[in-house]
């Protein structure tokens, strides 16, 4: 028994590991491609100064990193049903989502830290107070972590085995609320910008038009799936 207790322990350190190893990977390409993108249109293409780049352009970066990632983590499951060679792959949701968030939490925190109108100035209006797009858009991003925060709180194996599987599971599923509210955010504050491609820097997408699109397809491919449910053999 109790041998059988050690093996199931060591296979569970054997899959967090190559879990995390896994999703830092994933994390590391995300990050690569999101870094130059911004680079690319902010930098080069609009001009900004090299002096923002730590945080100013990277938190352009990372809020479009952790979108991607947390979108990967929705999208293993339904892939499952185009691929069996994906299902083995599955356990490296709970990594990547986790990753995501983790990220989206550095976005929140830089992007507090430089919340004046200097910098995001679409946001203000001349008296200095938020505008409605600015409020919204807030109010949609706090939601959304705050979610993403109770989902990745229950993913503790010592809290999870403390929850209902039931309740486990709506909170899981919260995830996609919380998904829908980021796009929201990225809706509010991008919109006006989407349908002038002259004003777009070197002619590429603006990021919140990424973020958006991308997530229409992972939550595209989330309602497919419930309209189709697996047919049991
Ligand atoms: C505390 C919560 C949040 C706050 C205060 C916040 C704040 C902001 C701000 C100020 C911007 C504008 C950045 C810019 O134009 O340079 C922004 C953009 C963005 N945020 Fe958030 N956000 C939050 C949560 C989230 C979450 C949870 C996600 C995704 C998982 C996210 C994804 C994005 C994306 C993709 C953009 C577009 C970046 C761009 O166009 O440059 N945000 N957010």
């Not at 899959?15 to 930098?43: D, M, P």
């Not at 990277?58 to 499952?80: D, E, R, V, Y």
């Given at each position: 028994m109790k041998k059988l207790e050690n093996k199931k322990a060591e296979e569970k350190h054997e899959e967090r590991k190559s879990g995390w190893k896994i999703a830092f990977i994933i994390l590391l390409i995300v990050l690569l491609i999101t870094f130059g993108y911004s680079i690319l249109r902010y930098?080069?293409?609009?001009?900004?100064?090299?002096?923002?780049?730590?945080l100013y352009i990277s938190n352009k970066a990372l809020a479009l990193a952790a979108t991607i990632m947390i979108g990967l983590s929705f999208l293993l499951g339904p892939l499952c049903r185009f691929s069996k060679r994906i299902v083995p792959k599955l356990y490296l949701r709970k990594y990547i989502g986790l990753l995501g968030f983790g990220i989206a939490a550095i976005h929140g925190v830089i992007s507090l830290l430089l919340f004046n109108p200097a910098y995001y100035?679409?946001?203000?209006a001349e008296t200095g107070k938020l505008t409605l797009e600015g409020e919204l858009s807030m109010l949609f991003g706090i939601l959304a972590i705050f979610i993403f925060a109770a989902i990745s709180i229950t993913s503790i194996p010592s809290v999870e085995s403390g929850l209902h599987p039931k309740q486990w599971k709506f909170i899981q599923r919260s995830g996609y609320l919380a998904y829908l509210l980021v796009l929201l955010h990225v809706l509010v504050m991008g919109f006006s910008g989407?349908?002038?491609?002259?004003?777009w820097p070197g002619g590429m997408y603006p990021i919140t038009l990424v973020a958006f699109s991308f997530i229409v397809f992972v939550l595209l491919i989330r309602v497919i799936v419930m309209i189709f449910p697996k047919k049991e053999n």
């Amino acid at each position: 028994m109790k041998k059988l207790e050690n093996k199931k322990a060591e296979e569970k350190h054997e899959e967090r590991k190559s879990g995390w190893k896994i999703a830092f990977i994933i994390l590391l390409i995300v990050l690569l491609i999101t870094f130059g993108y911004s680079i690319l249109r902010y930098n080069v293409f609009k001009g900004v100064g090299i002096e923002h780049l730590p945080l100013y352009i990277s938190n352009k970066a990372l809020a479009l990193a952790a979108t991607i990632m947390i979108g990967l983590s929705f999208l293993l499951g339904p892939l499952c049903r185009f691929s069996k060679r994906i299902v083995p792959k599955l356990y490296l949701r709970k990594y990547i989502g986790l990753l995501g968030f983790g990220i989206a939490a550095i976005h929140g925190v830089i992007s507090l830290l430089l919340f004046n109108p200097a910098y995001y100035q679409k946001f203000f209006a001349e008296t200095g107070k938020l505008t409605l797009e600015g409020e919204l858009s807030m109010l949609f991003g706090i939601l959304a972590i705050f979610i993403f925060a109770a989902i990745s709180i229950t993913s503790i194996p010592s809290v999870e085995s403390g929850l209902h599987p039931k309740q486990w599971k709506f909170i899981q599923r919260s995830g996609y609320l919380a998904y829908l509210l980021v796009l929201l955010h990225v809706l509010v504050m991008g919109f006006s910008g989407w349908f002038d491609a002259s004003k777009w820097p070197g002619g590429m997408y603006p990021i919140t038009l990424v973020a958006f699109s991308f997530i229409v397809f992972v939550l595209l491919i989330r309602v497919i799936v419930m309209i189709f449910p697996k047919k049991e053999n």
